[in-house]
Structures are given as C-alpha cells and as structure tokens.
C-alpha cells in the first residue's frame, strides 16, 4: 500500500517524463491536468491516494468497501464496473480484468469527461491492475491506441507503463527487453527505469547494464539527480563513471538546477573537475537560475572559475537573467567588468539583443564603448540582426551611421542574415557593402544559393542585370 505521499513523489517524476515525451500540443495541458488530479486526489482522500481513490470508484482490493454506490462509481470511472451488477458479492472486490474488459473501458474513457476527469479515470483504472494484469494490459492497451480514436491516450499508456513499474520493475524491464526493448507497444521505457530508480536505483543500474537500453542508465542518473544531487553524483561514480566523462551527469545536474538550490548544483558541476561542452552549458544554466536569487554571489563564483570556457558561460547566464530584467543595468555594469580574454563577447551580444528592443539608439552609443573590437562586432551583429527581424528601417538606419570596418562588416553580416527570408534582394545589395573580400564572398554567396534554391528565376534575373558583379565574379559564383 502506497502513502499519499510517496505516490505523489512518483507521479511528479512522471509528470517531468511525460512533458519530454509527449508532444508540444498536449505537454502544458497534460501536466497540468496530472498534477491537479494527483494534488486533487491526495488532497480530498487525505491519504492512502491509490487505495481509497479506487475504493471509492467501487474497486477496493481486499475487504476494503468503497463509500460510493455502485451506480455512482459506475458514473465516475466510466465503464470499469459496468461488468459488476449492483449489489453482487463482486461490488467490494478488485475487477478481474480480462483483454476485452480492458479494451472496452479504455475505449469509453474518450468519449466524456474533459482533460481533467480523463486523467482522474486513467490513474483509478490503472491502480486497479495487479502484476499479473501484465503484459495483457500493455498490449490490450496498444490495440486501443491504434485505432487513433482519443489524442489523450498518450496519458494511459505512461500511467500502466509507471504501474507496472511501481509493482515490479524488472519484470517490466523484461517485458520491453523482450519485445525488443525501445517504446514496444508504445510503452515508453523512461517511465519503467525511473520509477525503478526511485524504488531501488542499485537494482535498476545492475539490470541496465545488461539490459541492452542505451538511454537506461541515463534516464536513471536524471531521476535520481531530481531527488538528490548528491546521491547522483556518487551513483554516477560508482555505477556510471562513463556518464561522468560524457556530459552525462553535468546535463542532469544542470536540469536539477531549475528546481532547487542552482548555488550547491553550481558548485557540483565545478567539482567534476571536467568542463567539457555539456558541463560549461550546464553551468550557464545553474548561474542563470543562481542569479535570480543572488546576483552578486552567483557573479563572484563565475569570476573566480579557472577555465576559460566555464568562466565564460557562467557569466554569460548571470547575464543573461540580468539583461533579461534590467538591460540598461546590465550594459553599464559589463562595461566596468574587468576583462580576462573573451569572457564577455557571448555577453556583449545578448545585451545588445536584450536593449535592442527597449532603446536601440542607447544600446548603439552603448556598443561604441566595449573596450574591444570583438566585443562591438558581435554585439553589433546581434544588434542589427533584431533590428532587421523587429524594424528593418531601423536596421538599415543603424548600419548607415557605422564606419567602414570590422564592426560595421560583422553588423551588416547579422542584417543581412535578418532581412533575408522576407526581402532577399535587399539582402544581398547589404551584402555587397561588407568591406572584407573574403567575408562579403561569403556572405552573398550563402544568400544567393538560398535565392536559387527558392526562386531560380528571379535570382538568375537578378545575378545578370542587377548585381553589380563583375564578369569575373558571376562567373566565379555560378562555378560553384
């Protein structure tokens, strides 16, 4: 018998698989609807969230008696009773489910009720299986599916996925390592080894190893850093030391951070020692989220990082949740930060892009005063680029007042890339502009294989009559 609690904990990591797994459409709505129905639920039963739900719905197990008549259970859970009569010495027992009963109940859950009371039903029906209920239940449950009939299926088949799991996880491991491992049946295996992980992440990690499933033990190592950082990074050490080394464990850790204290997941990430692609991102992440908390220290500890590359992504997240708020702010505070190589180039850009949309002149006399070439073109780039998708007159305004150069090269580059998709001619006239031979080649040739692709003639025309290429060049370009 599960507590309340303890089920909510296993439901809120499948609420977390289920909003990667399903599709954009339904995810907002889906996970809402779980976590109101599990909050709803464990609330108003005031515990004992699987066992006195299902009794209420008429399907206790053991001596249990549901406080709801038949005839109201019958309303609430759709047609899960409807093969017990009223009054019958099976109204106080579990359902005996057969193929067909199945079948028929989950095909009668589309047909009323909204997202809500759906997701209620699926969690009463599924806690009324019992482990031998498997594997029918799962390939009774992929006929139904496949008659494509109700979009919100995708909510049963993960919840019999987490059942089964909840009851035995090696035999549902086995089950999908049977039938050929990666979603059979659509019964997708992330369910099964996380919830496996949260019952026993030893016993989970022994049998992935030999299971054959790629992403199983990576999907243990995200489950069990949702719980516990800790714990993830010594079950990575001991069980995992390749997801160590491949980014693994930095990525899981990085999501932890959205959800706890980003200053101690931080401070794990810097102690893996490692800062290969996935733990600088990951770091990034854990400054962004430690910033809206405590700026100032989440700055300090990105400062004081030896590596060049985490340094450089840990602040461009503190800057990132600063620009995001404030980037007028965040400008004139970059301008004072003292410079250690190219620690502030990816920042430079994001400000530029952030203060673009409030005051582009401020944030063009702003651009002017970074201390480094660098710095101005890539800030001037990210700066014309939003130019062009906001206000493209602006944009062409912006480029006007730039002096011949490097800078004014890189920020016609960023118009150019902007302004393409909707006025390719205009496009390539800029691109011809850039001073720098071998980046205005480039450029324009980038654009005018898009133009070529996307309207043949019209490129062609505008190639012999209007480019402005000399011979030599049309020749060159239509060369390659």
């Known amino acids: 018998m599960l ?29 809402l609807a779980l976590v109101l129905t599990a909050w709803g639920i464990g609330f108003s039963m005031g515990g004992g969230l699987r066992v006195k739900d299902v009794a209420s719905a008429g399907i206790s197990r053991g ?20 093969a017990i009569p009223d009054g019958s010495e099976e109204a106080g027992r579990r359902v005996a489910w057969t193929r067909e009963s199945f079948k028929r109940a989950a095909a ?28 029918m239940v799962v390939e009774a449950f992929a006929e139904v599916k ?9 909510i049963m088949e993960l919840l019999i996925a987490g059942r089964w799991a909840e009851l035995n996880p090696k035999a549902a491991a086995e089950f999908l390592k049977q039938r ?35 992403r199983a033990m990576k999907t243990i190592l995200e489950s069990l850093a949702m719980s516990d950082v800790d714990n993830a990074l010594a079950f990575a050490r001991i069980h995992a030391p ?30 893996l020692g490692s800062f290969d692609g996935n733990t600088t991102l990951a770091m990034s992440g854990c400054a962004e989220q430690w910033a809206k908390k405590d700026r100032n220290a989440a700055r300090n500890w990105a400062l004081s990082l030896p590596d060049a590359e985490a340094r450089k992504q840990a602040l461009f997240g503190v800057y990132k949740e600063w620009s995001s708020t404030d980037p007028k702010a965040a400008a004139d505070a ?3 930060e003292p410079r250690n190589g190219a620690d502030f180039e990816n920042v430079a850009a994001f400000v530029a892009s952030s203060w673009s949309r409030k005051d582009w002149k401020g944030a063009a006399d702003w651009m002017e005063k970074l201390p480094s070439e660098k710095e101005k073109s890539v800030a001037a780039a990210s700066l014309s680029f939003w130019l062009g998708q906001d206000n493209p007159a602006n944009g062409a305004e912006f480029l006007k007042g730039l002096p011949s150069g490097a800078v004014r090269d890189a920020a016609t580059d960023g118009y150019v890339r902007s302004i393409r998709s909707e006025n390719i001619g205009s496009a390539m006239e800029w691109a011809f502009t ?15 294989k898009e133009w070529f692709n996307e309207d043949p003639a019209a490129a062609y025309q505008w190639l012999e009559t209007d480019s402005g290429m000399t011979p030599e060049q049309r020749a060159d370009f239509l060369r390659k």
Do not use: H
Not at 108 to 133: C, P, V
Not at 252 to 261: I, M, R, V, Y
Not at 434 to 448: E, Y
């Open 242 to 271: 390749e997801l160590i080394a491949d980014g693994s464990l930095s990525s899981a850790l990085g999501k932890k951070s959205k959800f706890t204290d980003p200053e101690r997941v931080a401070k794990q990430l810097e102690s």
């Open 434 to 448: 850039i001073s720098d031979a071998k980046k205005r080649s480039s450029t324009t040739k980038t654009v005018l």
């Open 108 to 135: 009668n859950f589309g047909k009323e009720g909204n997202l809500i009371s759906y997701a209620r039903r699926a969690m009463q029906m599924t806690d009324s299986l019992n482990m031998e209920d498997f594997p």
């Open 146 to 154: 496949a008659e494509g009939k109700n979009e919100l299926d995708g």
């Open 3 to 31: 507590s309340a609690f303890s089920s909510s904990v296993t439901f809120a990591r499948m609420v977390l698989i289920i909003r990667a797994a399903m599709t954009n459409k339904l995810r907002i709505l889906l996970t």
């Open 180 to 214: 050929g491992g990666i979603n059979y049946m659509d019964m997708n295996p992330d369910i099964v080894w996380s919830v496996w992980a949260e019952k026993d992440p030893a016993a989970a990690a022994a049998y992935a190893k030999q299971s054959g499933d790629p």
């Open 63 to 82: 001596d249990e008696k549901g406080e709801l008549s038949s005839e109201d259970a019958r309303r609430r859970v759709g047609q899960v009773m409807a």
């Open 334 to 336: 970059l301008l004072a």
